[in-house]
Nanobody, 128 residues
């Protein structure tokens, strides 16, 4: 049984940094696309970034490029989201998601329906 557990959320002032982690367990294959989504109150869940566990290729939504970096540890079952230069508009619940795949296909990686495993979320609040 696949399980994803996020951690690292919190409250910071604008311009600050946070690092989120997603502990993944229960996978029988190492080939996955793992992603970060976020959802602010009253808004739809939004794709933030994806990373392939195979080659470590990463992809980002335009609004976080240059500020956020996703990576994974040596075991490749714990992706991280390093968030810098945080803005109040980054305030949201952040979710980790995963799908068994060889790549984070551009046609699907931004879709919530493509991923079949989700964490419970971790709150990020950025004050101005």
């Amino acid at each position: 049984q696949v399980r994803l557990v996020e951690s690292g959320g919190g409250s910071v002032e604008a311009g600050g940094s946070l690092r989120l982690s997603c502990a993944a367990s229960g996978y029988t294959t190492s080939r996955r696309c793992m992603a970060w989504f976020r959802q602010a109150p009253g808004k739809e869940r939004e794709w933030v970034a994806s990373i392939t566990t195979g080659g470590g290729l990463s992809y980002y939504v335009d609004s976080v490029k240059g500020r956020f970096t996703t990576s994974h540890g040596n075991a490749k079952n714990t992706p991280y989201l390093q968030m810098s230069s945080l803005k109040p508009e980054d305030t949201a619940m952040y979710y980790c998601a995963a799908i068994t795949a060889y790549d984070c296909d551009a046609a699907y990686r931004w879709r919530t329906t493509w991923y079949d495993s989700w964490g419970q979320g971790t709150q990020v609040t950025v004050s101005s």
